[in-house]
Each structure stands twice: as C-alpha cells, then as structure tokens.
C-alpha cells in the first residue's frame, strides 16, 4: 500500500467552493472576465494559473490558501463542531453547550450573507450592463 499524498486538485476545489457559496458559474465567469466555458475547463482542471486562482480567490471571497487548502472533510469537521457541539459529561446536560457565543456566529452567518447577496446584486448589474452594450451596438 502507498503512503503517496494524491495531488491536490484545485479546480475541483474551486467548484466545490462555488458550490458552497451557491454561486453559478456563469457569475464566477462575468466576476474573473471569461466565458462560463472557461470556468469550467478551469474546474477540470488540477492546476490553475497562479494570477487566474487569485482573481477566482477574490471573486468568491476567500483566499488562495483556502482554494489550495480545502477539503471535504474539513467543511464537514466545521459543521460537526459548529452543530453537534454537545457535552455528555455524566452531570445530566440537557441541552448542548457551546463554547462560542451562538448569537455571535448568526450575526457573523448574517454578514456573510447579506455581503455575498451585495456581491451578487453587482455581478448581475454588471451583467445588464454588458447585454445592454451588446443591444446598443
């Protein structure tokens, strides 16, 4: 049996992570300045330019390091801990105990929404913009 690491396959990573932030990626194309074709052949692909993943990197709002490093079982290591976060210490807990404020990580979710909803609302007038040049011409 190998004990070989298997390569890290970023443009996989780069569409689970759009996945994640419920992005198309029609929106990820129009945000780095290619056609959705590209995005794709970008996905299926193991590596990616270096100037290409930082502006991918930026349009999804995270960093390089987070495409390069990311996992499956990472993401599933935080919604384990963020849900599943209950002591079972013999004294009879009833409910779970969290060892970070709950209202804190629903105001930290909320931000993140209402910024990845702003980011959308520009792509998409972006986009008008673009069909409307294209209708003009």
Do not use: C, W
């Not at 970023?10 to 194309?29: D, H, W």
């Not at 959705?36 to 502006?55: P, W």
């Not at 999804?60 to 919604?79: K, P």
């Not at 210490?89 to 929404?113: C, H």
Request: net charge negative.
């Amino acid at each position: 049996m190998s004990t070989a690491t298997k390569p890290k396959h970023i443009g996989r990573n780069i569409s689970r992570i759009r996945e994640l932030k419920g992005m198309k990626q029609e929106i990820l194309a129009e945000a780095i300045g290619v056609s959705q074709q590209t995005v794709s052949s970008i996905e299926g692909s193991e590596e990616v330019d270096t100037k290409k993943l930082e502006q991918i990197a930026k349009a999804l709002g995270v960093t390089v390091e987070a495409i390069e490093n990311f996992s499956e079982e990472s993401v599933f290591n935080f919604f384990n801990n963020f849900y599943d976060n209950s002591a079972s210490n013999g004294q009879g807990a009833s409910g779970p105990i969290f060892t970070f404020n709950p209202l804190d990580k629903m105001v930290e979710l909320y931000e993140r929404l209402v910024l990845a909803e702003k980011e959308l609302v520009q792509a998409e007038k972006a986009k008008v913009e673009y069909l409307e040049k294209l209708l003009n011409k």
